[in-house]
């Protein structure tokens, strides 16, 4: 609900932009700084959401139809702004009509978002039971608790964020200077007026929106077909990304005033190879933040947005001077990627962070020398480890044979076991447990969790 209040918010300021604009320049900024506040959370909102709906084989496909929007989005911006600009009113601003059209797709969006969307599986109107299993086995994401603080220091840490935020840059000051600032480039050098340059740049990005739907489907093909790391083919399809950048950039460059047919090849080929990011770093992000996906992707997409900014006021520095600059520019994105890949394939990782685990019940009560015996009765032993019962191990393993519980089963053998249960862990627990909203099904608990929820510890 709140976040529809505050897109409801951001589509009434985007519908006051041209009436700002004709009284103040600042307060039309400040305006439109205030939408970027309410559209930033859209994003990390949606991964995190993907993150509880989707099972971990369907989330590259996920992420990736998450840039098909994005993408079908600008190839209709683009051509219909030009389209709009070409329009004469003599009582409204043309230009006005770009902002009053955007609001009125807000408020259909936020219709259709109301009446389908929901946080999670198990609060969705219309969802049945067998979805909800199906999603519940096949995802990390069984049980969570609310209250928890982001370790802000570990994720800064993380040399792994750094990886994602290079790449996010790398390739959004890429499709800044071709998608952003092609149909000028276009105009000044080839002489293509305005609206046929912007029809043949969204032509140009249609083509990555192909590459976005197939790129998914195929890296889950390869990605059970060859027997390299998960993480290697996903750097192999981001080297595909730097590389096909740097190697087109710097070819624009040093040919600028090359036939019409060589600059077109170099396009297409640049903005296909840019597809693949969508199996290549984008989807990362959600594998190595865990339940902090969204948090790391907001911190991510923030340097995205700079670097789009950042491209468009070097290419208005540089070609604002003289029209030759253009091979600065390329010359400069490509560089930027070369750095990128270097860096990118040192530090990128799929694996998820320490910091990244959910500390779930489970794991809170094991860390805590509370763990289940013989599945009929939880016992509290500061004295005693989990790990040191080999026999309740191996009988705890045989009955938690999905990838969660065996992840955790792993875990918790090498907790530390000299702290007793924590009073704001105990009052964690109650809380969490009378949470009508309780993240695990029914059909999806084990014995031993139904005894632990009727157990004289947690009452």
């Known amino acids: 609900m709140g976040s529809c209040v ?22 039309f900024v400040s305006l439109r700084m205030i939408i970027g506040c309410f559209h930033g959370i859209v994003h990390p909102a949606l991964f995190f959401m993907f993150k509880n709906w989707f099972p971990n084989t369907e989330q590259t496909v996920a992420l990736s139809l998450l840039l098909v929007g994005n993408a079908l989005g600008l190839i209709l911006n683009v051509p219909l702004s030009a389209f709009v600009f070409s329009i004469s ?7 006005s009509f770009l902002f009053y059209g955007g609001s009125l797709l807000h408020l259909v969006w936020l219709f259709l978002w109301t009446l389908w969307a929901a946080d999670i599986p198990e609060t969705h109107k219309s969802i049945n039971e067998k979805e909800i299993f199906y999603i519940r086995q096949n995802s990390n994401n069984i049980l969570e608790l609310n209250n928890r603080q ?42 293509y007026n305005m609206v046929q340059a912007s029809w043949y740049v969204a032509f140009v990005y249609l083509i990555t929106v192909i590459v976005f739907l197939l790129s998914g489907p195929l890296f889950n093909i390869l990605d059970h077909s060859l027997s390299i790391s998960h993480t290697r083919l996903r750097k192999i399809f981001q080297m595909i990304v730097f590389l096909g950048s740097s190697i087109t950039m710097c070819a624009l460059a040093a040919w600028l005033r090359c036939d019409s047919y060589q600059l077109k090849i170099l396009i297409i080929v640049n903005m296909i190879t840019q597809g693949f990011t969508t199996v290549g770093e984008f989807p990362m992000i959600n594998e190595f933040a865990g339940y902090y996906s969204g948090t790391v992707y907001g911190i991510a997409v923030t340097f995205d947005s700079f670097a789009r900014f950042i491209a468009s006021t070097i290419r208005g520095e540089l070609v604002g001077r003289k029209m030759q600059n253009w091979n600065i ?32 019940l489970f794991q809170q009560l094991f860390v805590s020398n509370t763990f289940v015996n013989d599945h009929t009765k939880i016992t509290h032993n500061q004295n005693q480890c989990p790990h040191k019962d080999s026999q309740n191990n191996h009988h705890h393993h045989d009955h938690h044979q999905n990838h969660h519980h065996h992840h955790h089963h792993h875990l918790f053998q090498h907790q530390s076991c000299k702290q007793p249960l924590k009073k704001p862990i105990k009052k964690e627990i109650r809380k969490e447990l009378r949470n009508p909203h309780f993240r695990q099904d029914i059909d999806t608990e084990t014995e031993d969790w139904k005894e632990f929820k009727s157990s004289t510890l947690v009452k």
């Open 89 to 95: 009113s003599p009582i409204i601003p043309n230009w």
């Open 6 to 27: 505050r897109l409801s918010m951001a589509a009434i300021f985007n519908a006051l932009l041209p009436l700002a604009a004709s009284f103040d320049f600042i307060l």
């Open 150 to 191: 982001v370790p802000w220091r570990r994720i800064f840490k993380s040399k792994v964020l750094y990886a994602s935020i290079v790449a996010k840059i790398c390739w959004s000051f890429n499709n800044a200077i071709i998608i952003d600032n092609g149909p000028s480039y276009l105009n000044q050098i080839y002489g």
């Open 329 to 360: 520019v390329f010359y400069i994105t490509g560089a930027l990627n070369l750095i990128g890949l270097i860096i990118f394939e040192l530090y990128a990782s799929t694996s998820l962070r320490n910091w990244a685990i959910r500390q779930d």
